[in-house]
């Protein structure tokens, strides 16, 4: 059925990636200017969504035409190396591309009636956003190919979406929304890392040039570890310091998800199947931070 085939390349798995920042740009602004536009919300929401389907499926259309993902779903990792839709032959990449172009459409049309209606702000912060969601996989710049795409997703899914949200919000810009888009750029940072291990073969194979290929699979289960390490101060130091409402140290409490992916990658890096707990894990890791984070905000 065709319906299963779309759910299947948007990667549900991985919508929070995209809304989870609108969260938190949100809650920062009710916290700090105690207002909250429900309508202006939900079409940030909404757009962030159809950016987060398309860069998945540009991202799997690019490599799938490249030859960098190759595995038909029934023998890959389900949280690597694109949705397997293609591969499968379920969606053709000339249908894929065309609703990507389509979703990239709709999308810009929600931000430029927001650019209207809240400030000239929000274009600059959307061109930014599909700036790095476009050109993370294609030419010129190709970041996903050379080394840069971990960072990049870290600005792009971190500070540029959460200030957007918060700009929605407020109509001014904030340090420390900006502040707070660390934590999920840096969650998306360490996401990718995980993610890039099963493909390792593949993506070296064909010139991706991620962290994992350029350092090895095994110092990328350090970066991973030290990645989450690193998330874990920010929210433990910033709620401290109150940079961040007390309540935010309730992020805290998703430390065991982030112990069980990094047991998980250290049993099984050299399996691409076997690891694929590690990634499960790193899922629930972002989705408990970033909902308790953004919890902490509102209480």
């Known amino acids: 059925m065709k319906m299963r085939a779309w759910i299947q390349a948007f990667r549900l798995k991985f919508l929070p990636q995209g809304v989870m920042p609108v969260l938190i740009g949100t809650a920062a602004a009710y916290r700090a200017n105690d207002i909250f536009f429900r309508d202006l919300f939900l079409l940030s929401f909404f757009g962030m969504t159809l950016v987060q389907f398309s860069l998945t499926m540009l991202d799997d259309w690019h490599d799938y035409t490249r030859g960098t993902d190759t ?101 001014h810009l904030s340090a420390q929304a900006a502040f ?26 064909t010139g991706k040039r991620n962290l994992v290929v350029i350092y090895g699979r095994e110092t990328g289960v350090k970066l991973f570890a030290a990645g989450l390490a690193a998330v874990y101060l920010f929210i433990g130091a910033a709620a401290a310091l ?18 069980r992916a990094i047991w998980h990658l250290k049993a099984h890096y050299m399996n691409r199947l076997d690891v694929a707990a590690a990634n499960r894990e790193m899922v629930k890791v972002y989705s408990a931070a970033t909902i308790l984070f953004t919890i902490g905000f509102l209480i």
């Open 180 to 205: 707070a888009g660390l934590l999920p750029g840096m969650l998306m940072w360490t996401m990718i890392i995980v993610n890039e291990i099963p493909d390792y073969e593949e993506d070296k194979k």
């Open 71 to 171: 595995t038909a779903t029934d023998e890959k990792n389900p949280y690597s190396g694109g949705s397997g839709a293609l591969v499968d032959g379920s969606i053709t990449p000339w249908e894929m591309i065309f609703v990507v172009t389509v979703f990239y459409i709709i999308a810009a049309g929600i931000g430029l009636y927001l650019t209207a209606t809240r400030g000239i702000e929000i274009l600059y912060i959307m061109l930014a956003g599909f700036f790095i969601s476009i050109f993370y996989s294609l030419k010129p710049f190709q970041f996903a190919y050379r080394g840069a795409g971990e960072f990049m997703m870290l600005l792009g899914y971190g500070p540029t979406i959460t200030l957007g949200a918060y700009f929605v919000q407020a109509q």
């Open 242 to 259: 109150r940079v961040f409402p007390a309540g935010t140290a309730l992020a805290l409490l998703s430390l065991p998800f982030a112990g």
